[in-house]
């Protein structure tokens, strides 16, 4: 995990709670976009 990636997690984690990302599941992940440096994901909420 990168700085960003920890991040994320951290203010996740002291806002929603510690549980937070298992409530969710990873449906799919489209390709890296280089131009505008993202790698978008989808989610669902379990």
Same mark, same amino acid.
């Given at each position: 995990?990168? /700085?960003?990636?920890?991040?994320?997690?951290?203010?996740? &984690?002291?806002? @929603?709670?510690?549980?937070? /990302?298992?409530?969710?599941?990873?449906?799919?992940?489209? &390709?890296?976009? @280089?131009?505008?440096?993202? /790698?978008?994901?989808?989610?669902?909420?379990?």
């Amino acid at each position: 995990m990168d /700085l960003m990636d920890q991040a994320i997690v951290r203010y996740g &984690s002291e806002k @929603f709670g510690i549980g937070f /990302l298992s409530s969710y599941r990873k449906i799919d992940e489209l &390709s890296f976009d @280089f131009v505008r440096r993202s /790698l978008p994901i989808s989610v669902q909420e379990q």
